[in-house]
């Protein structure tokens, strides 16, 4: 059964309290000095988003092409890259444990809508990408999503549900092997 969207309530809907949008607003202001710094300056971006409430660990490498969407709900451990253009849609919270790679043009989305109320409520899903996990190319990570440990998402994949450690992924829809 489906069931007709109902725009206008979705619209009038208070997804963000005033400190959100504030904040949200600000960080809008503060894009251009992020995503304009050299490639090296990543000791810069990581200071940047600490001040938006970001808890980023040590040696962590983001590039300037990335797009993040409310940096206070991201927690980076040590080492971990993030290549050109990634997309973190952090809606919902997102973790990245330690030495993990987002690889370039990857999308991590913790967040959609409900379909099945009419006013199509925005949900806010955590993500978690466990330690030494590799993100590739182009791949995306879906709301609630947990990658494990050690586990590798293949370029172009899609990850709809979770993957345990020491698997591969692969494809749309996803298939999984252990790794050998």
């Known amino acids: ?16 309290d005033k400190r959100a949008m504030l904040g949200r607003l600000l960080w809008g202001f503060c894009q251009p000095f992020f995503r304009c710094s050299p490639r090296i300056f990543w000791g810069w971006r990581v200071w940047l988003l600490r001040c938006f409430g970001a808890q980023i660990g040590r040696q962590v490498h983001i ?3 990335v797009r993040i969407m409310i940096p206070w709900h991201l927690a980076i451990g040590d080492q971990v890259g993030i290549g050109d253009r990634v997309i973190l849609y952090a809606l919902g919270s997102i973790q990245i444990e330690a030495r993990a790679t987002i690889s370039q043009n990857a999308h991590l989305c913790a967040g959609s809508h409900d379909w099945r109320d009419p006013a199509r409520p925005l949900i806010r899903a955590p993500i978690h990408i466990g330690a030494d996990a590799w993100v590739c190319a182009d791949a995306f ?18 990850a709809m549900c979770d993957m345990p450690a020491d ?14």
């Open 167 to 180: 698997y591969i992924g692969f494809g749309n829809p996803l298939q999984l092997r252990p790794q050998t």
């Open 141 to 158: 990570v879906g709301p609630g999503v947990r990658i494990g440990a050690r586990a590798i998402l293949g370029a172009r994949g899609v």
């Open 63 to 65: 590039h300037p092409t």
């Open 1 to 16: 059964m489906s069931v007709q969207a109902d725009i206008t309530a979705n619209r009038q809907t208070r997804n963000w």
